[in-house]
């Protein structure tokens, strides 16, 4: 069996490669405990804006060509056309932390 990615991209460029990271597995397994923990939100998430920052997008491909999307912004998350909540954006924030060291000092505090 093949072995999962999961790549963590910051969502703030509109016309520039957004900045990604990947984590290691004791994160990658924290996230996905966490995510399955999520509480279900009735109806569609809010949109999350235009320019400037809209969110963390987190990916998972696995080897037979799976690929699982989440989008945290403000507090939701969007997953396979359904809302989450993530209160206080406790998930969002952690994944910001973790790819301080992929990010500018700027890009940083604007998702922070």
């Known amino acids: 069996m093949f072995s999962a990615m999961l790549t963590i991209t910051a969502m703030i460029y509109s016309g520039l490669p957004n ?3 990947t984590v290691d ?3 990658e397994k924290q996230l996905l405990a966490a995510i399955e923990a999520l509480e279900p939100r ?3 998430c809010p949109d999350s804006g235009g320019l400037g920052y809209s969110g963390i997008q987190v990916s998972r ?3 037979d060509g799976e690929k699982q999307r989440w989008l ?3 507090g939701f998350v969007t997953a396979d056309g359904k809302c989450y909540l993530d209160p ?3 998930i969002e924030k952690w994944l910001v932390e973790t ?3 992929h990010l500018s000092k700027d890009e940083f505090e604007e998702m922070h």
Do not use: V, Y
Request: proline letters at 14%.
């Open 88 to 90: 206080e954006r406790r």
């Open 42 to 44: 009735p109806g569609p």
């Open 25 to 27: 597995r004791a994160r």
């Open 99 to 101: 790819g301080k060291a």
């Open 19 to 21: 900045p990604s990271w």
């Open 61 to 63: 491909k696995t080897g």
């Open 72 to 74: 945290f912004h403000g």
